[in-house]
């Protein structure tokens, strides 16, 4: 088993639609958890940082750690088409350690 | 905030040549930096992990001699490709952690396509 899983997709929605993006992990050491969202041949940007259990919201983003079930959630409301990229569940188990990545989703929002 | 550079964008060079990459910290120092790597459709794979005055940590399968890394400030960390070859081509991204939260911030990316 991986130490992250992440369904590569294609996700395909309409515009305004809410997407849920999810990742699992078995790592049970993990602490700190990111999603960041790369464009095509661009750096991945990172979108939202959550330490720990709970939820987070920035805007039309909200992130969503469990870590009882090691799963973690990242939900887009009113989705646009500048929101198709590909979008990378991350987490570490300390600060300053290497983040493992999953293999990202790749989402088209068809207007 | 927290913006990450990297020089060049692309390069595209000859087969067994050397070629040099940098990421930047631009507005904020960074003691520690990432180096990976990525294919087409696959995700990033860390290739190594550079400390500002410090010896590079590699991960296994990478190889140090050929992947040279120098972290010579908080600011700059260069990878160099020494002696590069096609299978060599890929796209290079750094990422820079940033304090207080140890986030990591990544840079644009260098598209390395070796003749």
């Known amino acids: 088993q991986k130490e992250v899983e992440q369904d590569p997709g294609p996700l395909s929605v309409p515009e305004g639609a809410i997407v849920s993006l999810n990742c699992t992990y078995s790592?049970?050491?993990?602490?700190?958890f990111m999603w960041y969202r790369q464009y095509s041949r661009k750096g991945p940007e990172l979108l939202m940082y959550?330490?720990?259990?709970g939820n987070k919201e920035d805007g039309r983003f909200t992130a969503q750690v469990d870590k009882s079930s090691k799963y973690i959630s990242l939900f887009i409301r009113d989705s646009q088409p500048s929101d198709s990229a590909t979008y990378l569940c991350?987490?570490?188990?300390?600060?300053?350690?290497?983040?493992?990545f999953g293999k990202g989703t790749r989402l088209s929002v068809i207007a | 905030g927290a913006v990450v550079s990297q020089h060049p964008s692309r390069v595209i060079c000859k087969s067994g040549t050397s070629v040099k990459i940098e990421c930047r910290s631009l507005?904020?120092?960074?003691?520690?930096m990432f180096w990976y790597r990525q294919f087409p459709k696959q995700s990033l794979m860390l290739m190594a992990t550079?400390?500002?005055?410090?010896?590079?940590?590699?991960e296994q399968g990478v190889e140090k001699d050929k992947f040279l890394i120098n972290h010579a400030s908080l600011t700059l960390s260069t990878l160099t490709v020494t002696s590069a070859h096609p299978e060599d081509s890929s796209f290079y991204i750094c990422s820079a952690m940033a304090a207080p939260t140890d986030t990591q911030y990544f840079g644009p990316g260098t598209r390395l396509t070796v003749l």
């Open positions: 550079s400390n500002e005055g410090s010896k590079a940590t590699y």
């Open positions: 991350a987490m570490s188990a300390a600060g300053n350690t290497p983040l493992v």
């Open positions: 959550t330490y720990s259990s």
């Open positions: 507005d904020f120092q960074a003691t520690t």
């Open positions: 790592n049970s050491a993990f602490q700190y």
